[in-house]
């Protein structure tokens, strides 16, 4: 149980260009779901926090326009990803909570992002 | 000082050793507490919950320490399969179910 899944796993783009990352709950209904991002031996810095339905709350030093999210379903929540620039290359991972005890965290596989 | 700090190492042990890493967090609110595996360029998978009581599956501890705010993961007889990043994630009470993440400990088991 508790399966997060996300997708493309590796999106390779030219500087300029949108891309959108789906992150879907397979088997529970995400009440909430968290976008991270991490650079390379670093750790996991959340950048959003999104309730579906409602818009998303995100951290400080995250530009909103930059980095849409959608929350449309239980099961769903998207990341755009806009105007995308080398400095945006990362590994993007969502993370899903509501499943049985509510607040613990499941990681999609996540998504390299290679902005050329 | 960070919210969630650990040791990077990392830490070289063989086969069948026993190594125990920690991690200190600075918001006495924190309630709720987890140890990561994180294998390279992958997603982190959940080890443990955290339990004030300590808690123990197989061949890993947790404990937790609020007087002196931290967290431990004991790993037993560690194996080659062990070897990955180990990170601690912290919640925060009335924090909306965030976690706030250590750097995480590498550990490399070695024959």
């Known amino acids: 149980g508790a399966v997060v899944s996300q997708h493309p796993s590796r999106v390779i783009c030219k500087s300029g260009t949108s891309v959108k990352i789906e992150c879907r709950s397979l088997d529970f209904q995400a009440t909430t779901m968290f976008w991270y991002r991490q650079f390379p031996k670093k750790s996991l810095m959340l950048m959003a926090t999104?309730?579906?339905?409602?818009?998303?709350?995100?951290e400080q030093g995250v530009e909103k326009d930059k980095f849409l999210i959608n929350h449309a379903s239980l099961t769903l929540s998207t990341l755009t990803v806009t105007s995308a620039h080398p400095e945006d290359s990362s590994f993007y991972i969502c993370s899903a909570s509501g499943g049985r005890d509510g607040y613990t965290q499941y990681f999609g596989p996540g998504t390299r992002l290679t902005v050329l | 000082r960070k919210e969630v700090e650990q040791d990077p190492g990392p830490f070289n042990v063989p086969e069948g050793a026993t190594v125990a890493f920690n991690c200190t967090y600075s918001n006495s609110a924190s309630q709720s507490f987890f140890w990561y595996r994180q294998d390279c360029r992958k997603e982190p998978k959940l080890l443990m919950s955290?339990?004030?009581s300590g808690n123990e599956d197989g061949r890993f501890t947790a404990q937790l320490n609020r007087a002196s705010q931290y967290i431990s993961l004991l790993i037993r007889d560690s194996k080659l399969s062990d070897s990955a990043t180990y990170l601690c994630?912290?919640?925060?009470?009335?924090?909306?179910?965030?976690?706030?993440f250590g750097t995480g400990t590498q550990l490399k088991v070695e024959l």
């Open positions: 999104s309730n579906e339905g409602s818009k998303a709350t995100y």
């Open positions: 994630a912290v919640m925060v009470t009335g924090g909306g179910n965030k976690l706030t």
């Open positions: 955290v339990y004030s």
